[in-house]
């Protein structure tokens, strides 16, 4: 077997040692490229002529250089207004469900909380089954009257069944204890969680802040249901998703047949939304990442 001594604080490695980690450096730099790669090669053709992706498909380095598909995209300015709303949306539902969603699971685990067992089958349950599209859409607009209403998108992803199941499995890793020592402190069951539970939640709140994040983010089937050609601002997926719909409609017109459409980017318009809206989640990510991976160990090893 092999064996290395330790000098100070260096550690000297054996022949079979260095084999080793030369082979998995080599391995996960090929993996991380391979990742890569594909990101790379579409910032590549959306700066690159629509003729050139037309004959020679995808490139990495665009043989002809040009902003057309981000100048669509952001002609009349309604991006940055879809921008702001994501952001805003997405924002307040990250901390409104971190809240509700934490206090959930917090409560779920307690084992004085009454019918905790009852509660935690029927939130199961709802992952299961479903009344449908249908249904849903009645109740949206009929019941809670919430056409053309922002709350339309808002509300349903604010918190899911798994993201409370998920924290529960979190909560478990938290001893009991901790609990029973609150109490015997005077403390109350708010002051519990928000002094002594709720910071040993870093790394779960980390993980599924992200996933609400990340729901909030790439948002376009809500707003596709409830939000009508009334409104003056739709969420940035969905306005994205207009953007590529008018063009691709665009060129099917019969004033196609008389205007050369030739030159409409409708690949790089793509590869261009797909920048814009990927964009901003891949630079806030490194910054959760380490509280995200331990997260999901816990996650793993405690449900």
Known sequence: ????????????????????????????????????????????????????????????????????????VLQGGAIWKSYGLTITMTLTGTLVGLGIISMTGYALQRKDFPFRNAISFYIYFTTLFSAGLAPYYLMMTQTYKLQDNYLAVWLP??????????????????????TESGKIDGAGDMKIFTALILPMLKPALATIGLFLAIGYWNEWYQSSLFLSEKMSVYPLQYTLYKVVNKANSLKST???????????????????????????????????????????TVGAVKG
């Open 1 to 72: 077997m092999a064996k290395s001594t330790v000098k100070g604080t260096k550690i000297k490695l054996d022949r079979s040692d260095i084999i080793i980690r030369t082979i998995g450096y080599v391995v996960v730099t090929l993996y991380a490229l391979a990742c890569v790669l594909p990101f790379l090669i579409i910032i590549g053709t959306s700066f690159t002529a629509e003729e050139v992706i037309r004959t020679e498909g995808a490139q990495l380095f665009p043989k002809q250089f040009t902003t057309k598909a981000y100048e669509m």
């Open 254 to 296: 019969v004033a196609g047949q008389y205007v050369d459409l030739s030159d409409l980017p409708s690949n790089g318009l793509k590869m261009a939304n797909a920048i814009l809206a990927t964009g901003p989640v891949i630079l806030i990510y490194p910054f959760v990442q380490r509280y995200f991976i331990g997260g999901i």
């Open 157 to 178: 992803l604010l918190m899911s069944s798994w993201l409370i199941i998920l924290m529960k499995n979190f909560v478990k890793s938290i001893p009991h204890e901790i």
